[in-house]
């Protein structure tokens, strides 16, 4: 093993996270795309406190606890990978849990997940809000500069928001028929 490339590697990773503290304390915290970062994830504790149904508590939060590993998984790749990134955060982080990873996608999949039980009414809704996530979601995002594609497509998001859903829920069927065997 080349320790001296190791070592240059490690060096460039703490020269990283010291440009990308300063460009988080001068471009990030307190500025107006900051605090809609701030709103949107109050706002979605506030809906995901109203509506989640309380009597399919762990079952519903299970499956958001399934998004949330997902998609961080998935951001940590893209980022990674310098596929996507988010030049405004909520937090010093990277990647940035507090966009979308966190509160604001599993909120809506726990929501449709609790809401449409049939497949095919738990696809419709599902394609319905992949499209509005990765076309008017993120086309919100990008032109807030919150979040950017490098080397990414909107079309690639619908495909990945939709595939999340459809592993959340077969995943939850066979968590339920595993758990009455």
Request: aromatic share 20%; glycine share 4%; hydrophobic share 50%.
């Amino acid at each position: 093993m080349d320790h001296v490339l190791w070592e240059e590697i490690t060096s460039t990773r703490e020269q990283l996270r010291d440009q990308y503290w300063d460009y988080w304390v001068s471009e990030n915290v307190f500025s107006y795309q900051w605090w809609i970062l701030i709103a949107v994830n109050v706002g979605c504790i506030v809906l995901w406190r109203f509506y989640i149904d309380r009597s399919r508590l762990f079952e519903v939060l299970t499956a958001g606890f399934l998004v949330v590993v997902i998609t961080t998984v998935l951001d940590t790749v893209l980022i990674q990978y310098v596929v996507t990134s988010y030049p405004i955060s909520p937090t010093p982080l990277s990647p940035s849990f507090f966009v979308s990873t966190y509160l604001v996608l599993p909120v809506i999949y726990m929501w449709i997940y609790q809401r449409f039980s049939t497949w095919k009414r738990y696809l419709t809704a599902l394609l319905a809000a992949s499209f509005v996530s990765a076309y008017i979601g993120e086309g919100i995002l990008r032109v807030l500069h919150i979040y950017d594609y490098i080397h990414w497509k909107s079309f690639y998001s619908l495909l990945v928001f939709t595939a999340i859903g459809v592993i959340v829920k077969l995943t939850m069927i066979g968590w339920r028929a595993f758990e009455k065997s």
